[in-house]
Nanobody, 127 residues
Framework: QVQLVESGGGLVQAGGSLRLSCAAS????????MGWFRQTPGKEREFVAA????????YVTDSMKGRFTISRDNAKNTVYLQMNSLKPEDTAVYYC????????????????????WGQGTQVTVSS
């Protein structure tokens, strides 16, 4: 049974930092490209960042470039999202997702590409 468990969310002041973690189990982690998405009430889920199987290729959506970084540790079956210079508009539930892919260098930016999802972790940024 595949499980993705996010952690690291919480309440932070604007300008602060958080590091989200997503621990994967029940799958061979090295075969999966990973992604982070976020969602606020009443809005569609939004792509945040993605990383290839081998961790060499990453993508962060334009509005978060320079503030957010995605990384992974295949030995720990974990993907991370480092978030710096947080803004109130970053408040959302953050989800990690996994997709089984043949290519070691490909990442995916669309929600429908992903096979598995975590339950989400709340991030709240106060002004």
């Amino acid at each position: 049974q595949v499980q993705l468990v996010e952690s690291g969310g919480g309440l932070v002041q604007a300008g602060g930092s958080l590091r989200l973690s997503c621990a994967a189990s029940g799958l061979f982690f090295e075969n999966y490209a990973m992604g982070w998405f976020r969602q606020t009430p009443g809005k569609e889920r939004e792509f945040v960042a993605a990383i290839s199987r081998n961790g060499e290729n990453t993508y962060v959506t334009d509005s978060m470039k320079g503030r957010f970084t995605i990384s992974r540790d295949n030995a720990k079956n974990t993907v991370y999202l480092q978030m710096n210079s947080l803004k109130p508009e970053d408040t959302a539930v953050y989800y990690c997702a996994a997709v089984n892919t043949y290519s070691s260098r490909t990442y995916y930016r669309t929600e429908r590409a992903y096979n598995y999802w975590g339950q989400g972790t709340q991030v709240t940024v106060s002004s």
